[in-house]
């Protein structure tokens, strides 16, 4: 597929009047945004949509680089829904062919390319996932690999030559790795330029992504000027922290709360937040209005009890991707451990070779990925069995059925032989 090419100027269209609807919509697209470029081009778009009645093109890009979604990738998909509401049409790109190339944005070394059958078993899963957040009935999707593979050679040599390599390094993630004398492969300086150009072959009206992907979207703007089209607006929203409060949300870190994880593992998870970062969530997962936040902020000022409030943003998220009662239960559940009950519903797991070392036991349960973590767990007083704290790290446990508890949330019901 090659873009086709249109001759559009801004310069050329008359100033349209920016109508109160206009206004409500420019005030969604802005809410817990980190940039909107340009504000005055979107709204002009905006009210061209209204004069035409022909929605504008929404597009976010994923690579399916993992199989499952968090609430960090949420961020931008709740933007997404918003606009979708709106009316405008949301397409929802999956990057099966820009996966093969890896996106270094804030990369300090080259990303290993995922393979074909990597990327088609992680996209399997991706639309379903994101379709807790979009209107899946209203959503276009769409796979890069359409007009990428069609380009061959010759196109994407006549593709490289609309940018140049200093243009390129004015990324501060490049420039960074130049000047350390990290080495950058010459294939990833074709990932801005793909997903540049994914936006000429979708003709994209606005393009959202995270703060990390703003050069990105920049390429798709002077990317489509080149062809011809009218160039595209771009909207970064912030990266969500992750449980620790200090790394972006990523499940290789683990410090994720997964949008298929169980209702009651995504309660508590969200309760392990720290009071002041309770308030980034708010900001950027909550579907409450800013009024509603602004008044919790003053009860939580005048002396109310901040948990209160988690358990609030807890209810709303897992209602959001479970259901209501799945909220009300996981409360519940919640309430119960933190008295030192026991979940209803933990994990049933036979063993043998008893008797059997504790480290070894806490990694065959799945309560631990390693037996030195599991060590480590019994060394910091993280592990209890039948509600008793374990402290011996040498600990051989005899058979029999017994509930096995690490830190505050993962359990197990044992039966060792």
């Known amino acids: 597929m090659t873009p086709s090419k249109v001759t559009t100027s801004s310069a050329s269209v008359a100033v349209l009047p920016i109508t109160d609807k206009v206004q409500e919509a420019m005030a969604v697209a802005r809410r817990g945004v980190d940039e909107l470029l340009i504000e005055s081009e979107f709204a002009q778009k905006l009210a061209r949509a209204e004069q035409s009645g022909q929605p504008l093109r929404i597009k976010l890009g994923l690579d399916p680089t993992a199989p499952d979604l968090h609430l960090g990738h949420t961020v931008v998909l709740n933007k997404m829904r918003q606009l979708q509401d709106l009316g405008h049409t949301v397409i929802f790109l999956i990057g099966d062919f820009t996966s093969m190339i890896g996106d270094p944005s804030g990369r300090n070394a080259t990303r290993p390319p995922l393979t074909r059958e990597q990327i088609e078993l992680n996209a399997k899963t991706y639309f379903a996932q994101a379709s807790l957040v979009l209107d899946a009935a209203k959503t276009e999707i769409r796979y890069n690999s359409e007009w990428c593979d069609a380009l061959g050679s010759r196109g994407m040599i006549q593709l490289a030559s609309r940018y140049t390599v200093a243009r390129m390094m004015e990324r501060d993630d490049f420039t960074k790795r130049f000047k350390e004398g990290t080495p950058i492969s010459v294939h990833e300086f074709l990932y ?14 606005l393009e959202l992504g995270g703060t990390d992907q703003k050069f990105n979207l920049l390429v798709g703007r002077e990317l489509q000027k080149d062809f011809g089209q009218e160039p595209q607006c771009i909207l970064t929203m912030p990266l969500l922290e992750g449980l620790d409060g200090v790394e972006k949300m990523s499940k290789s870190k683990n410090n994720y709360i997964g949008i298929t994880e169980p209702a009651n593992t995504m309660f508590a998870k969200v309760m392990s937040i720290s009071d002041v970062m309770m308030w980034r969530y708010y900001e950027l997962l909550s579907f409450k209005s800013l009024a509603a936040i602004a008044n919790f902020r003053s009860e939580v000022e005048g002396g109310r009890n901040p948990r209160d409030i988690k358990v609030a943003l807890a209810q709303e998220i897992v209602a959001r991707f479970h259901s209501q009662q799945a909220a009300e239960d996981a409360l519940a559940d919640f309430v119960n451990r933190s008295k030192g009950g026991i979940p209803d519903d933990i994990p049933e797991v036979a063993l043998s070779g008893a ?20 060590l480590r767990m019994v060394e910091q007083g993280g592990v209890r069995i039948d509600g008793t704290v374990i402290s011996d790290k040498g600990l051989k446990v005899d058979a029999g059925t017994l509930v096995v508890q690490v830190g505050k949330r993962k359990f197990a019901r044992v039966t060792l032989a």
Do not use: H, R
């Not at 008797?355 to 599991?374: D, H, M, V």
């Open 192 to 205: 801005p330029l793909m997903q540049g150009y994914d936006s000429v072959a979708l003709k994209s009206d």
């Open 355 to 374: 008797p059997l070392g504790i480290g070894q036991l806490l990694k065959q349960a799945n309560l631990c990925a390693s037996t030195s973590e599991a």
